[in-house]
């Protein structure tokens, strides 16, 4: 299973930018996908949610309003929308998976991570 997120950037504060994580290797059925980012000297934390088949969704209140996920059943992708984009949102951005049929609330066990992806945020 590999995870390869993209999309990141250099944006100035209250521009838009969309990321995207493109899953191959496995069917997604009953999985929870989830963004995550970590600023430097932070620990990482939970930014959004989705489950797979119904794509109920989980955000974090520092995004909410802001931020929307989505994804693309066919193309195996969950892409992250981020609007008004802050200086706080600057970043490192992982995308990841969880078997979760209760999800979209992520549990964190036996997730699997993508690699990073930077987003930098100009103010």
């Known amino acids: 299973v590999q995870l390869q997120a993209s999309g990141g950037g250099l944006v100035q504060a209250g521009d838009s930018l969309r990321l995207s994580c493109k899953v191959s290797?496995?069917?997604?059925?009953?999985?929870?996908m989830g963004w995550f980012r970590q600023a430097p000297g932070k620990e990482r934390e939970f930014v959004v949610s989705?489950?797979?088949?119904?794509?109920?969704?989980t955000y974090a209140d520092s995004v909410k309003g802001r931020f929307t996920i989505s994804r693309d059943i066919a193309k195996n992708t969950v892409d992250l929308q981020m609007n008004s984009v802050k200086f706080e949102d600057t970043a490192v951005y992982y995308c990841?998976?969880?078997?979760?049929?209760?999800?979209?609330?992520?549990?964190?066990?036996?997730?699997?991570w993508g690699q990073g992806t930077q987003v930098t945020v100009s103010s």
């Open positions: 989705i489950t797979w088949n119904e794509g109920r969704t």
């Open positions: 290797g496995r069917s997604l059925g009953r999985y929870v």
């Open positions: 990841a998976t969880e078997w979760n049929p209760k999800g979209p609330v992520w549990t964190g066990e036996n997730a699997l």
